[in-house]
């Protein structure tokens, strides 16, 4: 069954440093996500990309975060200098359709990041 | 608003019973979504109820929507030890793309 696949897992990073978080999505796919979940909380929308722009994106995704599609393959999250707080899980998801509307996204196992 | 909060925060039962979570939300919506989380790991889609569909079923799990009063309740039949998982509900905003998720039911199911 296809899959959503992040790397890495698990990634520890020094406070001010960049990380690059990558996604493989669905390959038929064409709408893509970044969720965040901060322990103990919600899983929060950072942004939609689509046609290799964004379409939307929440307050949380300020200038210190990009997105990016590579190639026909990879979409990543870059954070530019990281922040304490910007320890947290983070999801990518795909979907077929333009989603929420009409069809489910596919979630990928996610990567924990660690700022210390 | 909040969109999407989830009751009881956590629940335990014996495999075998049903479990029952809710789902409450604020705005008009779309769609509803479940999602399943197991410890640490991604977010699984379970099931996705339209704004005119009452009630759906997929294997052991039902969900049925009621608009009027902007509710969401997710059934977990005869449930299993591997249900053990953290449960979300979801709702989309008006022409937004970004989901709401809830803070989430954690299911124990018990051997």
């Known amino acids: 069954e296809p899959e959503v696949t992040q790397t890495p897992s698990h990634q520890v990073t020094q406070m001010g440093q960049e990380v690059i978080l990558r996604c493989v999505p669905i390959?038929?796919?064409?709408?893509f996500y970044w969720y965040r979940q901060i322990l103990g909380q919600k899983v929060e929308f950072l942004v939609s990309?689509?046609?290799?722009?964004?379409?939307?994106k929440s307050e949380i995704f300020d200038d210190q975060f990009s997105v990016e599609r590579p190639d026909g393959s990879n979409f990543t999250l870059k954070i530019r200098s990281t922040k304490l707080e910007d320890s947290a899980m983070y999801f990518c998801?795909?979907?077929?359709?333009?989603?929420?509307?009409?069809?489910?996204?596919?979630f990928g196992q996610g990567t924990r990041l660690t700022v210390v | 608003s909040q969109q999407g909060e989830e009751d009881p925060q956590a629940l335990s039962i014996q495999e075998g019973e049903n479990a029952t979570m809710n789902c409450s939300y604020k705005?008009?919506?779309?769609?509803l979504q479940w999602y399943r989380q197991n410890s640490g790991r991604g977010l699984v889609h379970l099931i996705l109820?339209?704004?005119?569909?009452r009630e759906k079923h997929s294997g052991r799990l039902r969900v049925t929507l009621d608009t009027s009063k902007k509710s969401s309740s997710l059934l977990i039949t005869a449930s299993r030890a591997a249900d053990t998982a953290s449960y979300f509900c979801?709702?989309?905003?008006?022409?937004?793309?970004?989901?709401?998720f809830g803070k989430g039911t954690k299911l124990t199911v018990n051997p």
């Open positions: 979801a709702t989309d905003q008006g022409g937004s793309e970004k989901l709401v």
């Open positions: 390959s038929n796919h064409l709408y």
């Open positions: 109820i339209r704004s005119n569909e």
């Open positions: 990309f689509y046609n290799n722009e964004i379409s939307e």
């Open positions: 998801a795909s979907s077929v359709e333009r989603w929420p509307f009409n069809t489910e996204a596919f």
């Open positions: 705005t008009s919506i779309n769609n």
